[in-house]
């Protein structure tokens, strides 16, 4: 999995590139008509209702942008919150305050949607043993505030990206000439140059389950577009000889029913590509 050393990184550079994309050569609106020595105040106010998230991030982006800014959260990442609560305040210079108004709101917005509806998937899954996992079905280039919004919601993070495991699909058994062939590749490539990934391998059919346990040496089969019949008849095939993952296309209604067939995971893109942000907004104090 990825280091947090790289997803440090990976922060830095989502606020490296907002600010460079919405700031250019200068917010020349506030430029124009506030003193460079104004102070000013902010709150975060909320207009909506919803599991909180970004509260960390947005500190990092306030101190990125103006290291004097003094920020005051009230409300922690992972709390409920509902319209009228005030996240945080933040003061200091006017101007600093306003060159980061936009990407604060963009960035706890979105990580709150993703956040309220993991929390709400998780509520579903009370009761069972199933974990609720993220995708890559991401927005480029803000990955990584996604999956950290994720696991604020009380989810878990399936891979970051390409290279911190190997996972499989339906396109690389059919490009490789099957499944046997691709996970005796997987393997002699793992050893050849060294790498300890773990793998994942999507089966379409029991019969497919069936070649994968005979294989071996794989952590986690993915059990994908399977009816709730066939999903438990692959649970008991696969026993305590790795680990199962639901996915395809489960959604609030369904996600229930999958979990009490059985399975450690479900994985749903919704999480991240199907959301509406919350409502919020920075609003001056006088």
């Not at 300890?196 to 040496?217: C, H, M, N, P, T």
Request: with cysteine; charged share 25%; net charge neutral.
């Amino acid at each position: 999995m990825i280091s947090k050393e790289q997803f440090k990184k990976e922060l830095n550079l989502i606020i490296t590139n907002a600010l460079r994309e919405d700031v250019g050569d200068g917010d020349h609106s506030s430029l124009a008509c506030i003193p460079k020595e104004a102070k000013g105040k902010a709150k975060l106010l909320v207009k909506d209702k919803g599991i909180i998230a970004g509260v960390e991030f947005a500190k990092m982006i306030f101190n990125a942008v103006d290291v004097n800014l003094v920020v005051d959260v009230k409300i922690i990442d992972g709390s409920k919150v509902a319209h009228g609560d005030i996240v945080l305040t933040v003061s200091g210079a006017s101007q600093s305050i306003l060159k980061a108004e936009r990407l604060v709101l963009n960035a706890i917005q979105r990580m709150s949607a993703i956040a309220t509806k993991t929390n709400q998937y998780m509520q579903l899954l009370k009761g069972t043993e199933t974990i609720i996992l993220d995708t890559r079905k991401t927005t480029p280039g803000i990955r990584a505030i996604e999956k950290w919004a994720v696991k604020i919601g009380g989810g878990e993070n399936h891979r970051f990206a390409l290279y911190d495991m190997i996972m499989l699909k339906d396109n690389h058994i059919d490009f490789a000439g099957g499944i046997t062939k691709a996970l005796e590749k997987t393997k002699k490539y793992l050893k050849e140059t060294n790498r300890d990934l773990k793998i994942i391998v999507e089966a379409r059919d029991l019969d497919e389950i069936k070649e994968i346990l005979q294989s071996g040496g794989v952590h986690r089969i993915l059990i994908d577009n399977f009816n709730y019949e066939d999903t438990r008849k692959a649970v008991t095939m696969i026993g305590d000889q790795c680990q199962t993952e639901s996915s395809g296309g489960i959604n609030e209604e369904t996600l229930r029913a999958y979990a009490e067939c059985g399975v450690n995971y479900i994985s749903s893109g919704a999480l991240t590509h199907s959301i509406y942000n919350m409502d919020l907004s920075l609003k001056a104090i006088d």
